[in-house]
């Protein structure tokens, strides 16, 4: 694989072989912050000897650099991202470094091979060790350098915020907000982080002036939010982090690429003469132009697109930034539960080549966007629900192949008699929680991690309790509830928590009088 790639390194008009799947040219994504889930690669450990290898690799390396176990970490189902954000910051960037190899993997094991990789701000160490420039043991190392490196010297005050507006118009904005200040043009002050899409951009900065940018937006009825991070990433401000973790980098041998790694923040492929260290500590300082990146795999007629790690913003991204009925977007590790049997069905489904993924396959047009917007969330979950109901009716024939995700075309789902809502797929209350993040934040396009238990929606994410109400009762019919009560009013339960409270109370009562 990559053989051209390495006899050339032109990297302009790229020959990237014949390994594709049914002439299809593929790429593998890596995501960064926020790609992880309680109880991540349990069930899939013992299963892929790849796997296993790579977490004992890095699990090795958790112990004797930070003195605690990441496995543990990573399957104790109280940890959520945004708990370990304040809890334990350097686990969960080894846990999220261990997720990405371990999907890799788990797609190589399958028979899925990429023609290039691509990583997405943090997600660039994984995909260079995916290449072969450094070992699984390695690539921890690094993420731990990485670590020590920004809490050594980086600004403590460092923060970032999501944007609900495309690159120029924030940088327009930004210009306006600098120039209106009374102490003085501070746009400066502020950073575009990352460009996502044009619905969706990252500033970073201190946190005076992120959270000024940001009243400043929802004075002007734009949505932003800031994000859970614990430094404002890819601002200027980290520059003295850069040569400190570009010294600890360089004592890493580097390999020969042995596949195509585009770089978001370069802007280009590695080449393999790259000082692989300074361009890993440079990103750190500098804008992530994902946007940019994947239009520019799309004309290197790259069309199909494998996400090496946890949960699916890298998918959603790449369709919202191409919309073409051409392009496939394949999350792998969507949560717990049937990991590699749902990541093989998958795999298995686009091979058939009968993937039909709704938003792409019907041209985008305004009415289609705005309806795709406000029901999504709720489609992809009555498909989910629908099809634990079929895995669970699998379960006692012992015997029988497991189902595979294609067959549901052929033999479509008949909802159980004796099961209704949420007690029919069996969701606990946090597995409830995790389900109405996914559909606020689809419904509202913010980023997952800001719906935590605390978060008031109407207070602090602008989410009106008009809209609340709409999202509620959709819920409750998506899960079978019974109408709401008749002295129901949304503003009593402000918090996500009270929310998820309500509908698993509400749903447990409908059941016990049924």
Known sequence: ?????????????????????????????????????PGALRETRFDCLGV???????????????????????????????DLLESDPSLLQLAIYAVSIAAHEILLEDGVEPNLLMGH????????????????????????DRVESLAASAPREGCMAAILEGPADVRAMLEEWGADRRDGPRA???????????KQTVVSGSESEVSAFVAYCAERKISAQRLKSPYGFHHPGLAPVVPIFAARVAAYPASPLRCPVYSPILGRYYRDGDAFGDCLAGHLASPVLFADAVRFLQRQCVSVYFECGALDALSKIVIRVLRSKDIKAFPTLLGPGDELDNVRRMVAYFKEDNMLNAPESIDASAEFEAFWRERSPFMLLQIKAEFAQFLARQKPQNSAPSARVSDLARDPVKPAASTNGVAAIGLSRAQLFNELVNIYAEAMEYPPEVFSEAVELEAELGIDSVKQTEIVGRVATLYGLPPLPANFRMGDYKTMGQIADFIFTHQRKATAAA
């Open 52 to 82: 296993e290898r790579a977490l004992a690799t890095i699990e090795a390396v958790a112990i004797r650099r930070f003195g605690r176990s990441m496995i543990a970490t990573m399957w104790d189902e109280r940890n959520t991202t945004a």
């Open 1 to 37: 694989m990559g053989a051209q790639y390495l006899a050339e390194q032109d990297f302009g008009e790229h020959d990237f072989g014949e390994q594709d799947l049914g002439g299809r040219r593929i790429a593998f994504l890596f995501p960064g912050q926020g790609a992880f889930y």
């Open 188 to 198: 400066a002050a502020l950073a575009i982080a990352v460009e996502n899409h044009d």
């Open 121 to 144: 701000s943090f997600g660039e160490i994984a995909a260079l060790v995916c290449a072969g420039v450094y070992t699984v043991e390695h690539g921890a190392e690094i993420v731990c």
